[in-house]
């Protein structure tokens, strides 16, 4: 089709240059050059001077009408070339009616086809079919006149050295047609890649800048391999499709009440520095980050890549987080201006996953029931804890390590699938196990952990209800005793 369409614009080319060719050949080559040999006519024939005259300032007129056929807008079409095939005809004839007034084969006018020719045929850009057309009007007429005037009685001597002077001149003049031609279709064709060239780089440009947006925003979402996967063409995330994943869900624990307490800029800077450690932890683990809600994340393991360790991923990414933010809660604290706690909640299951409403319009994310019980485990999570089904439990449990695992009982009340029950387990880091009271919280009778250690004191916080209390170290001591 590319082909088809180079050559049409090609011969477009050939039609515009042969048009604008045909008026300089008509007004400043054959016009002034037939009534030229003028001066021929005195030398060799003065007796038909007026006669030939008078034939020769004919072509004044059919210059005219043969360019002016463009103007009237007719042969415009691939037919372009009839204005001059009509002059050409005009030239034959007044050229053979010359030759018969002036000795057939023996006159010297058959030169004036030959000068028509070489004009004519290396000038104009033909085609090989309307050439030959103009060969025959050139010479047709001529030929024509002196076999069919002399017959028999034909002087082959004269005419036949003619002839071989005409087919010289009709060859070369296709040679240079033929040659030129070539030329101008290599410089077009040249000019052509040139542009296509250019336009190529300039769809280079804007796809390599839609790429680059493209991947920065997926880098932001995904792990380093999947982004390699996806620069590669090696991995599509067009679309959406239903696979198994484990989804994990983060949430700060009491952000609500802290918003309004907070200066907006300080609030969404904790936030933010939270969970950009926190993201950075779930691509470390091979892990997507999904949508953001807030004071929420929600990230999933198994899509887009395929990851059959998806399970053990999703659980030891929530461990990894819950380490890394004991490691920094004194500082989210101290800006927090209260205990920063957080709570996670792992699930698995069949999803949806994709851009979601689309990829200009949304974020890699996930949808379905299990997105929805992750949501409500992490929900119902304590504080600074994973909260996990037993199925999920006893699948990837015995791999973990450092790490406390405390059945958290029977659960039917969880939103949105009321009717179900759920035996669920808590996980936390070994290290949590020190931190752990037997005082129970004088509100709500859950246990109190002790948050930060102030020398002579400690700051202990209900993993239930979030109530907090300053307490000596020696009330902390009777109780261990107690």
């Known amino acids: 089709m590319d082909d088809i369409h180079k050559e049409s614009n090609f011969d477009e080319e050939e039609r515009k240059l042969f048009i604008s060719r045909m008026r300089i050949t008509a007004y400043y080559m054959g016009i002034p050059l037939i009534l030229s040999f003028s001066v021929v006519d005195i030398f060799f024939h003065p007796e038909l001077f007026w006669v030939f005259l008078k034939v020769r300032l004919l072509c004044i007129p059919v210059a005219f009408f043969s360019y002016n ?34 000795g057939y084969e023996h006159s010297s006018y058959y030169a004036g086809l030959n000068l028509i020719a070489i004009g004519l045929l290396s000038f104009l850009p033909w085609k090989l079919w309307s050439m030959a057309l103009c060969v025959i009007a050139n010479y ?33 003049g ?34 390599k800048t839609k790429e680059g947006i493209y991947l920065e925003k997926l880098a932001n979402q995904f792990s380093p391999q999947v982004i390699e996967s996806v620069k590669n063409g090696r991995l599509s995330v067009e679309g959406m499709l239903r696979r198994e994943i484990t989804c994990l869900f983060i949430d700060v624990v009491n952000s609500t009440s802290r918003s309004v307490r907070l200066d907006r800029d300080d609030y ?13 932890l779930l691509t470390k683990f091979e892990m997507t980050v999904g949508s953001f809600l807030g004071d929420g994340l929600v990230g999933f393991a198994n899509a887009p890549l395929e990851n059959q360790d998806h399970r ?21 604290s101290e800006r927090w201006r209260s205990s920063f706690d957080i709570r996670i909640g792992v699930n698995t299951g069949f999803a949806f996953v994709g851009f979601f409403p689309s990829f200009k319009r949304g974020t890699y994310t996930a949808l379905g029931a299990p997105v929805n019980l992750a949501a409500r485990l992490c929900t119902n999570a ?17 791999r973990l390590k450092d790490v406390i695992v405390s059945p958290m009982g029977m659960s039917d009340s969880m939103k949105g699938f009321e009717g179900e029950t759920f035996e669920l387990f808590s996980i936390v880091p070994a290290f949590e196990q020190s931190s752990r009271e037997t005082s129970n919280c004088p ?40």
């Open 69 to 102: 056929l463009y103007r009237f807008g007719l042969f415009r079409d691939k037919y372009y070339s009839v204005p001059a095939i009509v002059g050409s005809v005009y030239l034959g004839v007044y050229t053979a009616y010359m030759v018969s007034l002036s």
């Open 174 to 207: 296709w040679l240079t047609n033929h040659l030129s031609r070539g030329l101008r279709q290599r410089e077009y064709e040249s000019r052509m890649s040139l542009i296509h060239e250019l336009k190529t780089k300039d769809i280079v440009i804007k796809e």
């Open 312 to 332: 053990y991923k999703a659980v030891a990414a929530g461990i990894a987080i819950l380490r890394a933010h004991k490691e920094k809660q004194d500082y989210f």
């Open 382 to 398: 304590s504080a600074n804890s994973i909260l996990l089904t037993k199925s999920l439990t006893r699948e990837i449990g015995a």
């Open 268 to 280: 969404t800077k904790i936030l933010s520095e939270f969970f950009t450690l926190a993201s950075e």
């Open 140 to 172: 047709g007429p001529y030929l024509l006149v002196v076999l069919v005037k002399k017959g028999m009685s034909l002087d082959s001597s004269a005419f036949v050295p003619h002839l071989a002077f005409c087919a010289s001149t009709i060859f070369m």
């Open 443 to 482: 509100l709500c009778g859950g246990q109190l952990f002790i948050q930060n250690d102030l020398a002579d004191s400690v700051l202990k916080k209900c993993g239930t209800c979030g109530y907090t209390d300053l307490m000596p170290k020696e009330t902390q001591i009777r109780g261990k005793a107690a």
